[in-house]
């Protein structure tokens, strides 16, 4: 079963469960004449939107791309997940309001046998589920999920929280229900705002994960003429797309024909193995013994040898446009690049002093 359709039988799985516990509830209810129960059979029963929203949003991020969207629609899924982290930190601060009162204004808790049945059922349920939907979502990467299941069991914790407060009210007569209560709204006002910062961050744009990196740059690296892997970008349009760029080195004794195929299977392999359709430009290694590979090897180790030096590549020398050129990136400490440049650049000078040199910063996006 593939992700998209892996996610709408959570989600389903949510949906149904909470209507048959609202169904339950509802029965019970109407069987004891108590209002509350009823009432709370339909709670539940608005507990189930989380689940629809992930499935509207899980359809319409498959969406074919078309002439406005040519990327498709995939970022849809992080939208999902927004609007359930407001849900969540919604009822994380509508919790917080009625606790906050309560501590000033205590109640003495009116439970019947026919109550704490229904309440021990339903927290038994919220849990299984909701550890089962978040569990889902991680293992799927859908932020939606993660937050739909999140939802649940935060539900289920508030109302054991207003059940032990209950317990403790009636034995010690000690009244904890608003504190008890204060104290776990504000837990899930910080949760969900930690799951609402997930998607808000992959539609800002974030950084590629560690472990991907390398990964992507040691099996590059491994194929047959690439000799150094560099400026590795990738942006997430959705789960399922992800689009980028990289350059690599190879000799310049390669001609284009053998260059446009060691691309072409870089291309095709990174498609087939992480759909990620990847654009990759060319460093040409000066080889041999002339002009071209002394000062490569010469400049390579002068501006290595800088502390703030992080990398140094893509250098590039043509007398026919008296022009030197070589790409560095600097460490996160450095901020002032005109002065960076203008260091480099005196030292490198000297080296060549009939040529212009082009000192260009670039920056580290996936280490």
């Keep these: 079963m593939d992700r998209s359709k892996e996610i709408i039988r959570t989600s389903w799985i949510g949906i149904i469960t909470n209507v048959l516990l609202a169904g339950f509830k509802a ?15 339909v709670n539940n029963l608005s507990d189930a939107l989380s689940s629809v929203i992930t499935i509207v949003g899980t359809k319409l991020s498959q969406r074919p791309a078309d002439q406005k969207h040519p990327f498709g629609f995939g970022r849809i899924e992080y939208f999902s997940a927004i609007i359930i982290a407001v849900i969540v930190i919604t009822a994380g601060v509508t919790s917080l309001i009625e606790s906050v009162k309560k501590i000033f204004n205590p109640t003495d808790p009116e439970y019947t046998t026919t109550t704490l049945v229904v309440i021990a059922v339903a927290i038994v349920v ?48 000690l009244s904890l229900d608003g504190i008890l209560g204060t104290l776990i709204s504000i837990v899930i006002i910080k949760a969900g705002i930690e799951m609402l910062i997930s ?67 870089i291309t095709m ?29 010469k400049v390579i180790q002068t501006l290595a040898e800088h502390k703030e030096i992080v990398q140094v590549h893509g250098f590039y020398l043509s007398e026919k446009e008296n022009l030197l050129s070589v790409d560095v990136v600097p460490d996160v400490t450095v901020h002032d690049y005109e002065a960076l440049i203008s260091k480099l650049r005196d030292e490198i000078k000297p080296l060549v002093p009939d040529m ?9 996006y996936s280490e």
């Design 269 to 297: 392999y990174m498609m087939e193995h992480y759909g990620i359709i990847l654009t990759i430009g060319v460093y040409a290694v000066a080889t041999g013994k002339n002009r071209r590979a002394e000062l490569q090897g």
């Design 356 to 364: 212009d040199v082009a000192i260009v910063v670039d920056h580290n």
């Design 27 to 41: 029965a019970v209810g109407i069987v004891a004449g108590s209002v509350a129960v009823v009432m709370d059979a």
């Design 199 to 265: 998607p808000v961050n992959e539609l800002l744009g974030t950084s590629i994960p560690e472990e991907l990196t390398k990964q992507i740059i040691k099996e590059v690296s491994s194929f047959d003429g690439v000799h150094g892997v560099y400026d590795l970008i990738l942006h997430n349009y959705g789960p399922n797309v992800k689009i980028g760029s990289l350059h690599i080195n190879v000799y310049d004794t390669m001609s284009a024909h053998e260059i446009h195929g060691l691309t072409r299977k």
């Design 126 to 173: 919220k849990i299984v589920l909701g550890q089962f939907v978040k569990h889902k979502g991680e293992q799927l990467k859908s932020d939606a999920l993660i937050a739909s299941g999140s939802d649940a069991l935060f539900d289920a914790i508030i109302t054991l929280a207003t059940l032990i407060a209950a317990g403790i009210m009636l034995i010690s007569g």
